[in-house]
T-cell receptor
């Protein structure tokens, strides 16, 4: 079982819709979780971090964490074509020295 | 400007020819790390360093070496590259201010092809 799992997609949504990206993790000891956005051929860019159960909002982005269910999600409101990218979920693993990444979900936002 | 700089950005080489990919950061970060990214496998950590002269293996260290003689530099060394090391490589750095808030900044990547 992979430590961090994501559906590879693609997830297709129309412009203006809400995109919902999901991630599960296996290590109950993980305390910190991150969402990175990666455009094709580019480096990952951190967009959200979350450490506590519940929701964390930042502009059009909302990260949700449920430690009991070992589940992390990212909601993107009012999706734009420029949001089309691969979204990587990452969890802190084996102490803070390591980030464990999922394989990413490709999001396509159509005009 | 705060940045993580990798060189070269693109490299084509042949099996067995030693190479070094350099990584430098100007943010005075203690923590630096190397990842490789392969289709369907995501980002996997190769090595990381908590500070000068302190390095440790990640998930896929075989075939790679690193050194951390200066805080700003963390080169990745392939002593005898093989075709299965063809990949996209990223260097990352972070300030370890709080244990739980390890937010990493990535370099632009190095695309390596080993023939």
């Amino acid at each position: 079982q992979k430590e961090v799992e994501q559906n590879s997609g693609p997830l297709s949504v129309p412009e203006g819709a809400i995109a919902s990206l999901n991630c599960t993790y296996s290590d109950r000891g993980s305390q910190s979780f991150f969402w990175y956005r990666q455009y094709s051929g580019k480096s990952p860019e951190l967009i959200m971090s979350i450490y506590s159960n519940g929701d964390k909002e930042d502009g059009r982005f909302t990260a949700q964490l449920n430690k009991a269910s070992q589940y992390v999600s990212l909601l993107i409101r009012d999706s734009q074509p420029s949001d089309s990218a691969t979204y990587l979920c990452a969890a802190e693993g084996r102490g803070f020295q390591k980030l464990v990444f999922g394989t990413g979900t490709r999001l396509l936002v159509s005009p | 400007e705060a940045q993580v700089t990798q060189n070269p950005r693109y490299l084509i080489t042949v099996t067995g020819k030693k190479l070094t990919v350099t990584c430098s950061q100007n943010m005075n970060h203690e923590y630096m790390s190397w990842y490789r990214q392969d289709p369907g496998l995501g980002l996997r950590q190769i090595y990381y360093s908590m500070n000068v002269e302190v390095t440790d293996k990640g998930d896929v260290p075989e075939g790679y070496k690193v050194s951390r003689k200066e805080k700003r530099n963390f080169p990745l060394i392939l002593e005898s590259p093989s075709p299965n090391q063809t990949s996209l490589y990223f260097c990352a750095s972070s300030q370890v201010e709080y244990l739980a808030k390890n937010i990493q900044y990535f370099g632009a990547g190095t695309r390596l092809s080993v023939l």
